[in-house]
């Protein structure tokens, strides 16, 4: 494809020769000169200027390289990315060996894989994609353009919206983790009689969980994105455009505002709420309700700059601590000198 046919397509501005001929896209430092690449961040430009791609997506011009100008370089660069590739799409048609109840609607254009089982009265939408060994239990409703990788199982009863894509093994609707004691200490399991609600444009990597909730409903709101090996407990609400990084826990009835962001190995306490556009480091702990716009870190977390301070003088303790206990020592010689002098007089 031409350079200059890829900025027209991604609407960018040409900055040199537009008949390069590009084969694909690649990352700065191992692209040739048939590839692609991007400037996101500034303080790579001088890898930038020397990189062999044949063009650059970039905000500012990059001297000696053909570049396309973008406001968004990492988002364009997405787009460049898919021009060159889109994943296999499976033909229309339910596979021979899939079971579909006979109440199943399904919509038209769908592709319902090997081995899939679709339930009584379940609903599926147009141009539905559901790979090998997914299984939709009876009543789920799925919208249109909806895409599950294998593996993927869908509980009683459960909504998913349009343009919902769930890797491989994530399951949605399994039990909320519910029980009660009995007075001889033995766990008695609560029904869990809620289901989940998936909005529309949300994608949720591999083997990520979201439990039911034991009444009402667990929500993912529009746009969210949940990482792999995320587990969301019953009742809880991921809010809009959310990121939920991997290995992530939150415990039931946990709500998230607008355009929160939860790093890796977060751990979330239940019946609180983050708002709005807080920012949560990876491996902390949260047991309060979060601030909008707050940026937190360490377990318990508090604020992220002043958690920054202590992280820094944390191994500097030992020796703080010798230090005070030679001064306590000088101390402890001094006074007992200043005795024996009284004493002499």
């Not at 609607?105 to 009584?120: K, L, Q, W």
């Not at 607008?258 to 949560?280: E, F, K, M, P």
Request: net charge negative; with cysteine.
């Amino acid at each position: 494809m031409k350079l200059a046919e890829i900025a027209s397509a991604l609407g960018c501005e040409l900055r040199g020769d537009g008949g390069i001929e590009i084969e694909g896209v690649s990352g700065m430092e191992q692209a040739g000169p048939a590839r692609l690449t991007f400037l996101a961040n500034p303080k790579y430009a001088p890898k930038a200027r020397h990189t062999r791609a044949g063009a650059v997506i970039a905000q500012r011009e990059i001297e000696g390289k053909a570049t396309l100008l973008s406001a968004n370089p990492y988002y364009d660069f997405s787009r460049a990315l898919a021009l060159f590739y889109q994943p296999p799409r499976p033909a229309p048609g339910i596979h021979s060996t899939a079971v579909v109840a006979q109440s199943a609607v399904i919509g038209e254009n769908a592709s319902i894989g090997a081995c899939c089982v679709v339930g009584e009265n379940a609903r599926i939408g147009r141009n539905a994609v559901l790979h090998p060994n997914v299984v939709i239990y009876e009543g789920a409703e799925i919208g249109d353009d909806f895409v599950a990788h294998s593996h993927v199982s869908i509980r009683e009863f459960c909504r998913v919206g349009n343009r919902v894509t769930l890797q491989n093994g994530v399951v949605i609707g399994g039990d909320g983790f519910g029980f009660a004691k009995r007075e001889d200490g033995t766990h008695a399991k609560i029904v869990q009689s809620g289901i989940v609600v998936i909005e529309d444009d949300v994608e949720i990597q591999a083997l990520s969980s979201i439990d039911r909730a034991t009444m009402g409903e667990t929500r993912i709101k529009r746009g969210a994105r949940v990482d792999s090996l995320v587990q969301v407990g019953h009742a809880c609400v991921i809010g809009e455009d959310n990121i939920i990084c991997a290995q992530t826990g939150l415990a039931g009835s946990s709500i998230l505002g607008r355009n929160v962001l939860l790093a890796g190995q977060v751990g979330i306490s239940g019946h609180l709420t983050i708002h709005d556009n807080a920012i949560v480091y990876a491996q902390s702990g949260i047991g309060g309700d979060v601030e909008a716009g707050a940026i937190l870190s360490g377990s318990p977390a508090f604020d992220a700059a002043t958690w920054r301070r202590a992280v820094t003088a944390f191994p500097k303790v030992p020796e703080l601590l010798k230090t005070v206990r030679e001064l306590e020592k000088r101390l402890a010689a001094l006074e007992q000198a200043g005795r024996l002098g009284k004493d002499n007089e």
